[in-house]
C-alpha cells in the first residue's frame, strides 16, 4: 500500500473517546472535524475539534449509528478520513465497506477481516484452523434449541450461551444445569435478535476460576505484526470490564511470550490490519483459550500507552495512512505497572442502574503520573442515550503495589455529583482494597461472589 497521507480526520463519535482522538490529531498537525448529535452540542469534542457538524438528534441510531448522516458530514467538511473510535460504527463492516467506496480512509480493520471476526462463529473456525485453543464448544450456529441442549450436556456445565453477533460484553449468557437451558436459550436467542439484529447463537464450555486477559496487537498494511504485552481485564460485573492493569500480574514473561505470539499468527492468519485486541480465557492450570477479536481501539487502551510509552491512536494514524511500523521490540515488555478504573454514572447500590443527571460538582484527580481521560465537567448534563462512561482514571507506577497506592489516592481525590447521579467512584476503591485483588488473585468470578454491594460508606 503506497503512503497517502491523512489531510482531514471526522471523528465519528462522542465523549471521552472523541476528545483523545482529537488530541491526539492535534499533536500530529491532523485537523479534524467533530460530528456531533443534538445532544452533544455544548461537549468538550465539539469545542476542541477544528470544526463541527451536527448530524442528527440525540438518539444514537440517527446519529453515531446512521452512515449516511456520517458519510455526507465527511463530504460537507472535506474530511479525507474517519476515526471510529470504539462502540458505535467501529466494528460495522457495512461502513468501513461504505468509506472505502467513497474514498475515505477508514481508520480501522479491513471490512472483509472484520466482518469475519466480528461473526463469532467465523471467527472460531478461523481461529481453530490458525491452531489458537479454544474452550469446548459449537463450531457453527446451532439453530435448534434440543441441539444446544444435547451439545451443552456433552460438554458438561456451566456453559455459556453467546450470541454470534454480540461483543463487549453483550448477548451472552451463563447456564449451570440442565433444567435452565431451554428458557436461558431462547430469552438469549430474543435479545441477541432485538439488540443486534441477528438471533444466531452458540454454546462453549464456561470456566468459573478463569481470568480475563487480552493481546494488543498492533498490524501495518505491509504484513509486520506485533504484540504489545498483556492485559489483564477479570475485574467484571456481568461481562463489562470495571479495572484494567497491564502487565497483567503474576504470569511468567514465557507464558506472556506464548499469548502474544498466539495473538500474531492468528492476526497473520487473517490479514489483519490496524489496531486489534485478541481475547483469551486463562485458568488456573495456565491453559489459555481463545475468545474474541475485537477489531478496534479497546476502552482500556491506556494502561497498555502508560507502560509501553506508544500512543496508540497515533500508531492507527500512520498504519491507516499506509506507513510501515516501527515498534521497538523492547515496546512488547512493559516499563512498571499501569491501573485504570472506569468512572460510569450507575448506582452500584441498585444493581449498577443508570443514574444520569445534571453535575453540581465534577472534581478529578491530578499529580505525578495519574492520566483522566473524560469529556465532564461541572455543569455537564448526562444524556439518556449513551453508554455511561464519565470518565476513566489511569495510574503508572514502578510496582503493582505502588500503582494500587496511587489509584486508591486518585479515586479519593474525585468528587462527581449531581441530581440523581451516582457513580462507581466508591465501589471502585473498595474492590481495590479486596485481599485477592491486592494479592494477584482476583479472576472474572469476583464481583460475582460478592453477596452484597461491597460500597457502603
Known amino acids: 500500500m503506497t503512503a497517502r497521507p491523512i489531510g482531514k480526520l471526522l471523528v465519528a463519535n462522542r465523549g471521552e473517546i472523541a476528545v483523545r482522538i482529537i488530541r491526539t490529531c492535534a499533536e500530529l498537525g491532523i ?20 470544526e463541527r457538524i451536527r ?14 448522516a456520517i ?7 472535506g474530511a479525507d478520513a474517519i476515526h471510529p473510535g470504539y462502540g458505535f460504527l467501529s466494528e460495522n463492516p457495512d461502513f468501513a465497506e461504505v468509506c472505502e467506496s467513497e474514498g475515505l480512509v477508514f481508520v480501522g480493520a479491513p471490512a472483509p477481516v472484520m466482518a469475519e471476526l466480528g461473526d463469532k462463529s467465523s471467527a472460531r473456525a478461523l481461529m481453530t ?28 456445565y456451566p456453559v455459556i450461551i453467546k450470541a454470534v453477533a454480540g461483543g463487549g460484553g453483550r448477548g451472552m449468557r451463563v447456564v449451570r444445569d440442565h433444567a435452565d437451558f431451554a428458557a436461558a436459550w431462547q430469552e438469549t436467542r430474543a435479545n441477541a435478535a432485538a439488540v443486534f439484529g441477528d438471533g444466531r447463537l452458540y ?20 504484513g509486520t505484526v506485533v504484540h504489545l504485552g498483556l492485559r489483564d481485564c477479570s475485574l467484571q460485573r456481568r ?14 514473561p514465557e507464558l506472556v511470550e506464548r499469548i ?26 495456565g491453559r489459555f483459550y481463545f475468545m474474541e477479536v475485537n477489531c478496534r481501539l479497546q476502552v482500556e487502551h491506556p494502561v497498555t500507552e502508560m507502560v509501553t510509552g506508544l500512543d496508540l491512536v497515533a500508531e492507527q494514524l500512520r498504519i491507516a495512512a499506509g506507513e510501515r511500523l516501527s515498534i521497538p521490540p523492547a515496546a512488547a515488555h512493559p516499563n512498571g505497572v499501569s491501573i485504570e478504573c472506569r468512572i460510569n454514572a450507575e448506582d452500584p447500590r441498585r444493581e449498577f442502574a443508570p443514574a444520569p443527571g445534571t453535575l453540581t460538582e465534577c472534581v478529578l484527580p491530578g499529580g505525578p503520573f495519574v492520566r483522566v481521560d473524560t469529556h465532564i465537567e461541572t455543569g455537564y448534563s448526562i444524556p439518556p442515550h449513551y453508554d455511561s462512561l464519565l470518565a476513566k482514571i489511569v495510574v503508572w507506577a514502578p510496582t ?25 467512584t466508591e465501589f471502585l476503591h473498595d474492590i481495590l482494597d479486596h485481599p485477592r485483588f491486592r494479592a494477584g488473585e482476583h479472576d472474572t468470578a469476583l464481583i460475582g461472589s460478592l453477596t452484597t454491594p461491597v460500597a457502603t460508606r
Request: glycine share 8%; charged share 25%; net charge negative.
Open 31 to 50: 485537523p479534524t472535524v467533530a460530528a456531533y448529535s443534538a445532544a452533544d452540542r455544548d461537549s468538550a469534542a465539539v469545542r476542541l475539534a477544528d
Open 55 to 68: 448530524i442528527g438528534p440525540g438518539p444514537a441510531k440517527r446519529s453515531y449509528l446512521y452512515i449516511p
Open 129 to 156: 484452523a490458525a491452531g489458537l485453543p479454544l474452550l469446548p464448544g459449537s463450531r457453527d450456529p446451532i439453530d435448534a434449541v434440543e441441539d444446544a441442549e444435547a451439545l451443552a450436556d456433552e460438554i458438561g
Open 203 to 222: 454454546v462453549e464450555r464456561y470456566l468459573d476460576s478463569a481470568r480475563h486477559v487480552e493481546a494488543q496487537i498492533l498490524a501495518d498494511t505491509h
Open 239 to 252: 461481562h463489562q470490564k470495571l479495572v484494567e492493569e497491564s502487565p497483567a500480574p503474576g504470569l511468567s
Open 260 to 285: 502474544g505470539a498466539t495473538a500474531v499468527r492468528g492476526a497473520e492468519a487473517v490479514g489483519y490490519v490496524g489496531a486489534g485486541t485478541f481475547e483469551f480465557l486463562l485458568a488456573p492450570d
Open 71 to 77: 458519510i455526507e458530514a465527511a463530504r460537507a467538511t
Open 400 to 424: 503493582r503495589d505502588a500503582a494500587i497506592a496511587r489509584m486508591r489516592r486518585a479515586l479519593a481525590e474525585t468528587r462527581i455529583d449531581g441530581r440523581g447521579v451516582a457513580t462507581t
